[in-house]
């Protein structure tokens, strides 16, 4: 058995949760001797001055002695509008067919849909007579706003439809308000979005996302989404229940191996409880708006309007992202203007247990649906109990009141009250971290997924 993890983006030209969930299922196979490689498109001009035409083996830590290797087929440089707009394949298939039959994998499991890698290279897999599955990581697979929230702030249940998803999207693309009515009130029709959608592609973005979610079907063995809502998202489609499984995401394994005895310590003994002092509230991710650290200092400084005497620190590590600097630069004018804020950009990776295990609760702010996060689990692996929103992944991980807080989706009053609760009560926190169990591993993913494949190989045996 021979498996084939795709991806339209890897190390080390993106990082993010996909390529990092990717990346600790190919160390978990590796682990267990089954043969796995990466596939990933490149860029003409990153193809063509890698002295390896754009392959390369990757090694972790963990795997000491063992590697994978991630290959790369051409792709322009440059897209067209046709490319970018999926009327067609983007142009490298013959490169990506010719990595087929060079790799030959009994298994072909996509995980992203992007212009140079998605559902149309998938089913060239499968007419080649290769298994497929297809891994669900994001809203936007099926939300064509990307976030799974309803304008202007209801939480959706995925369901594709022209009379509320097209007036959703249209709020979205237009900032001209006048215009974004308009067209979203022209596209709630299902005629009209019909008559249009050859001429003016916002009203062809229902009819798309239901063209893919079934060439999805079509052409692959399983679906596997890896949280509860976005299975119910596909099912609420039409999808069969019997083409799709969950398959949780985890917390890595060379991320529990690589806490220190310290901090094994401190999560058993690191309270502020009992001490009183400052309890501290930790954040960490991406600058931009649906990771909502704008909501976390909105709540804050209102809290401390009401009682600046309440003993709260905000610890944030954050990730600047260029495409939101106007985002970024709100947000250091407001951190600069409150006290008690320690903050820091970039912080490496192996240091993330170190400073999740110095903070009382991790707050994640998130203004849409998240699928998991995996920063979730890794704060439940440093027993830190967690503050977020009643949404999405975080709503099925934490336990209300019991291994941390869940306050009112998009409501900022609610997280403030939620944040004076959380200082006035400090003997909270040694009983949530009780109440904390061991979350689930990369491991039991790699388990489950080894399942999945087995399965699916013996089928093809059998034909």
């Not at 901090?263 to 502020?272: A, C, Q, V």
């Not at 976390?296 to 260029?322: C, F, P, R, T």
């Not at 009382?360 to 967690?386: H, K, M, R």
Request: aromatic residues 10%; contains cysteine.
């Amino acid at each position: 058995m021979k498996i084939a993890l795709a991806v339209g983006y890897y190390y080390p030209d993106s990082i993010g949760g996909t390529e990092k969930y990717v990346h600790d299922l190919a160390t978990y196979l590796v682990s267990q001797s089954i043969e796995v490689c990466v596939i990933a498109p490149s860029s003409s001009k990153s193809f063509q001055l890698s002295e390896s035409r754009g392959n390369y083996s990757y090694q972790n830590e963990d795997i000491k002695g063992k590697e994978y290797q991630v290959y790369r087929f051409e792709v322009p440089e440059e897209l067209t509008h046709d490319e970018v707009t999926d009327k067609v394949i983007c142009r490298g298939r013959q490169n990506f067919e010719k990595l087929l039959a060079e790799l030959k994998p009994t298994i072909f499991h996509l995980h992203t849909l992007s212009t140079t890698l998605n559902y149309r290279h998938l089913k060239i897999a499968k007419k080649k007579g290769i298994k497929t599955l297809f891994t669900a990581h994001i809203p936007g697979i099926i939300c064509p706003k990307g976030d799974f929230i309803q304008y202007p702030n209801q939480v959706c249940n995925g369901k594709l439809q022209n009379s509320t998803c097209g007036y959703c999207y249209a709020q979205q693309r237009h900032e001209n308000k006048f215009m974004a009515e308009i067209t979203g009130t022209l596209a709630k029709s299902t005629f009209l979005s019909n008559l249009l959608e050859k001429k003016i592609p916002q009203f062809s973005i229902v009819s798309q996302k239901k063209k893919i979610l079934h060439q999805l079907e079509e052409n692959s063995n399983h679906i596997i989404a890896v949280c509860k809502w976005l299975y119910d998202a596909f099912l609420i489609n039409n999808v069969s229940q019997n083409h799709l499984k969950i398959c949780r995401q985890g917390v890595s394994t060379s991320y529990l191996e690589s806490q220190t005895q310290t901090e094994i310590l401190d999560k058993k003994l690191g309270t502020n409880a009992d001490t009183f002092q400052q309890i501290k509230i930790g954040f960490i991710g991406r600058l931009e708006p649906i990771k909502g650290l704008h909501i976390l200092l909105d709540a804050y400084e209102k809290m401390l309007n009401e009682n600046s005497d309440l003993k709260l620190e905000l610890h944030i590590v954050a990730v600047k992202q260029e495409l939101h600097i106007d985002y970024y630069n709100q947000l250091q004018e407001k951190i600069e203007s409150l006290p008690n804020i320690i903050y820091q950009e970039n912080l490496p990776a192996e240091k993330v247990s170190s400073f999740m295990a110095k903070l009382d609760y991790l707050c994640i702010p998130s203004t849409w649906l998240e699928t998991g996060p995996i920063v979730a689990y890794e704060a439940f692996a440093n027993q830190i109990p967690i503050i977020g929103a009643n949404i999405g992944g975080l709503a099925e991980l934490v336990e209300d009141n019991k291994t941390g807080f869940l306050y009112q989706f998009d409501d900022i009053d609610s997280l403030k009250k939620t944040l004076i609760k959380v200082a006035t009560q400090p003997k909270l926190i040694p009983n949530f971290k009780a109440n904390i169990k061991p979350p689930r591993t990369t491991k039991e993913v790699g388990e489950e997924m080894l399942i999945i494949y087995q399965e699916i190989s013996k089928e093809n045996d059998r034909k």
